[in-house]
């Protein structure tokens, strides 16, 4: 099984700040690296998949990238709105797995 | 646009059987793949697994023994049973499907049930 290690777990950030997640897997998966964003009382929303390819409707600030291994999102510039937990999931190989999630907070 | 919802019992005691059903809405069911995840605080999200318009699934090994999908695309629904409960199932259940036929990045989710064992 793929285990999936994101880092930081919690991150309180001040608006307009940059944010950085990153996502490490336990082997090789290539590109089959997705990320989500869960805000609390809602399901997760896919934000990125296949690395960098952001769903319609995502806003730009949101970038993902990486390769193998080491995978990372970034928000830049955040906003208010973007107060959620992150977590990112791998669809290399059987069972699919997720990393733990990052919660980040507004400042 | 699809749409996913679910529906199923919430409160369980140990040893009974978890049956959660998912009604697909806005598109066909065919050509993809449909999912369940779970979330606890313990163990995050976990998949369960996936089942095709044909029946052709796959669990996660962890659940495998106790796990069962199925799939009705008369009703344009699927199912997931997971027999033998314990504390250690409950979580907020979700049916979801992939973004596209061979992308498995899971771009539509259901509302998520809340499934609680106790006794």
């Known amino acids: 099984e793929v285990v999936l290690t994101q880092s930081p777990d919690f991150q309180s950030v001040t608006p307009k700040e940059k944010v950085t997640i990153t996502c490490r897997a336990s082997?090789?998966?290539?590109?089959?690296l997705h990320w989500y964003q869960q805000k609390p009382g809602q399901s997760p929303k896919l934000l990125i998949k296949y690395v960098s390819q952001s769903m319609s409707g995502v806003p730009s600030r949101f970038r993902g990238s990486g390769s193998g291994t080491d995978f990372t999102l970034t928000i830049n510039s955040l906003e208010a709105e973007d107060a959620a937990a992150y977590y990112c999931?791998?669809?290399?190989?059987?069972?699919?797995?997720f990393g733990q999630g990052t919660k980040v907070e507004i400042k | 646009q699809v749409q996913l919802q679910q529906w199923g019992a919430g409160l369980l005691r140990p040893s009974e059987t978890l049956t959660l059903s998912c009604a697909v809405y806005g598109e066909s069911f065919s050509d993809f793949y449909w999912s369940w995840i779970r979330q606890s605080p313990e163990k995050g999200l976990e998949w369960i697994g996936e089942i095709n318009e044909i029946g052709r699934i796959n669990y996660n090994p962890s659940l495998e023994s106790r796990v069962t999908m199925s799939i009705d695309t008369s009703k344009n629904q699927f199912s997931l049973k997971l027999g033998s409960v314990t504390a250690a199932d409950t979580a907020i259940y979700y049916c979801?499907?992939?973004?596209?036929?061979?992308?498995?990045?899971?771009?539509?989710w259901g509302q998520g049930t809340l499934v609680t064992v106790s006794s």
């Open positions: 082997q090789s998966i290539g590109g089959s």
């Open positions: 999931h791998q669809s290399k190989s059987f069972p699919h797995t």
């Open positions: 979801a499907r992939y973004y596209g036929s061979g992308s498995y990045s899971l771009a539509y």
